[in-house]
């Protein structure tokens, strides 16, 4: 799948390495689109992957005078926590809270998601209709980029070989801006978008439009504005006429395609359906923004990309040992450096109860943690466990003594065919060190990265909520 595997220690490096490789290397942050399309042989000229992920600080959300700063390893997770996104950038915050599940969110940067360029990502809509430009670097300098300028077509931008994107800024929204996005998927969790759309406006004192920006996803081969209806809206208050008359309007300008998820008539409807519901809540004095209090995370305490650094930058070849530590074990594996942290853990460490379902981020039953944060191990690049921490389905026991989960599963008969329960135990005990007490609405989001093939959910839930009496008791 790959040669050559460097962590880097400091942007220069990446940078560094990037002029030298060009069209033959990649930068992988969380890795979940990169994975994928190298499995599939969609990047047939990349052979050398360059590691972020170990460069402290680079996963910071900041604000510099009106302007907020994502650094480039901000994934949805630090956004869907941030006080900052949530009170100044809510569409964002939403768009986020959309992508994948609790385990994909942990690794899934906001970079990757713009870089990936697909019409269906949740994070361009918002993005460009707040207004976010892009700083991409190389050894040459940098360059500020407008990111509805970044795309030059379906899944194609203007990013050269040899450079990266550093930071994604855009204004944060003024006290009388009020934004929001809103998706439409086949399901609630994991599902790529039918269609998706953000709106940003501004009000004068009397309420009217001063300023509108509408964006939309998963209609055309970019994301794309629909300035009638944007302009349609200007000097008028959001009535029920207007709302619809702008909805109409909306829905005029973009000309689908039809594929599995839906057709371009149906995409066309729904394109009308979003924008009215988003206008409504725009029109509210309380929006209901849709992403719950306290949502489980499965992260941990240590919510920082960087738990542990690297002393240098390291290039991991065919035979260069994997040094890590596997539910408190130290490990040093010189093979299975080009396979996907799952395959390595059970062909190299011999842990075979982390399982396979789907190999694409899918299914959860390989969830491991890695560094503290529960994330689906297929999805991770073997070398990024050197000098980790990983803890598998075999590392929750103490001693004797089973996890709380455990234990609640064999009460509970959570289990049937089995195949899925490593997966679910570590989301379990994730969810329980994070949250003492969950509500069902916590337990269902945080199993939402988890698929049971036989369909046992009732009894899962159960055993969850034993668990936390149990663990409250203990
Ligand atoms: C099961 C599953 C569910 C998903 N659900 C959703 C969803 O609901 N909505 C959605 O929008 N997406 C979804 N995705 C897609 C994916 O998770 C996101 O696009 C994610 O944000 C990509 O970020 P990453 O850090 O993993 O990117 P990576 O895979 O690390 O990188 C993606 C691309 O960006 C490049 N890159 C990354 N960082 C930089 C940088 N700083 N500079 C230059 N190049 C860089 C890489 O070289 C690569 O080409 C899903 C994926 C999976 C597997
Ligand atoms: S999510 Fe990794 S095997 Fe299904
Ligand atoms: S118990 Fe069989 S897949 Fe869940």
């Not at 194609?156 to 801006?177: C, G, K, S, W, Y």
């Not at 982390?354 to 191990?377: I, N, P």
């Not at 990024?384 to 709380?404: F, K, M, S």
């Not at 599963?409 to 949250?435: D, H, N, R, W």
């Amino acid at each position: 799948m790959w040669e050559t595997y460097y962590s880097v220690n400091s942007i220069s490096e990446a940078l560094a390495l990037l002029d030298e490789y060009q069209e033959t290397a990649r930068i992988v942050a969380g890795g979940t689109d990169l994975i994928l399309e190298l499995e599939r042989g969609q990047r047939p000229t990349v052979n050398t992957i360059i590691d972020i992920t170990r460069v402290a600080g680079l996963d910071q959300i900041t604000l510099h005078g009106e302007t907020i700063r994502l650094g480039p390893l901000v994934n949805h997770n630090h956004v869907v926590a941030s006080e900052l996104i949530l009170t100044r950038a809510l569409p964002l915050a939403q768009a986020s809270w959309e992508v994948g599940a609790p385990q994909i969110r942990n690794r899934a940067t906001i970079v990757g998601n713009l870089i990936t360029a697909s019409p269906a990502n949740d994070t361009i809509t918002p993005l460009i209709a707040l207004g976010a430009q892009l700083t991409l670097a190389s050894v040459d300098g940098e360059r500020t980029v407008p990111l509805r300028e970044f795309y030059s077509g379906f899944r194609q931008t203007i990013l050269r070989p040899n450079e990266m994107v550093t930071a994604v800024t855009f204004p944060a929204l003024a006290e009388n801006e009020r934004g929001f996005f809103m998706k439409l998927g086949l399901r609630r969790a994991q599902a790529i978008s039918v269609v998706d759309a953000s709106v940003v406006l501004g009000f004068d004192e009397s309420d009217a439009v001063t300023s509108a920006r509408m964006t939309l996803g998963s209609v055309a081969p970019t994301i794309i504005r629909v300035p009638v209806a944007e302009q349609a809206l200007i000097g008028k208050t959001l009535t029920p006429e207007t709302i619809s008359e702008t909805a109409r309007l909306a829905s005029l300008t973009p000309e689908p395609i039809d594929d599995v998820r839906g057709t371009a008539e149906y995409r066309t409807e729904m394109v009308k359906v979003l924008i009215a519901r988003i206008l409504r809540q725009l029109a509210q004095d309380t929006i209901d923004a849709g992403i719950p209090d306290n949502p489980p995370m499965l992260w941990g305490d240590n919510h920082a990309t960087v738990k542990i650094g690297l002393a240098e930058t390291l290039k991991h070849t065919g035979d260069t040992p994997i040094e890590t530590t596997i539910n408190g074990t130290p490990v040093e594996i010189n093979t299975g450096q080009h396979k996907s942290l799952l395959h390595w853990l059970r062909d190299d460490a011999k842990l075979p109860g982390t399982k396979e379902g789907c190999a694409e981020g899918e299914c959860g039953a390989c969830t491991v943690f890695l560094d503290g944060a529960a994330v689906m191990s297929c999805m991770v690049h073997a070398p990024r466990a050197h000098n980790a921490e990983i803890v598998t389905v075999e590392g929750l026991r103490d001693d004797e003594q089973l996890h709380p989960i455990q234990s609640a599963f064999i009460q509970e008969s959570a289990v049937q065919c089995g195949y899925c329960t490593p997966g679910f135990l570590m989301s379990g005990a994730k969810l329980l060190e994070e949250i003492d007490s969950p509500n069902q609405e916590q337990i269902n989001y945080s199993i939402s990265g988890n698929l049971c093939r036989c369909t046992g959910y009732y009894k899962i839930v159960q055993a969850f909520q034993e668990a936390s009496k149990a663990k409250q008791k203990s």
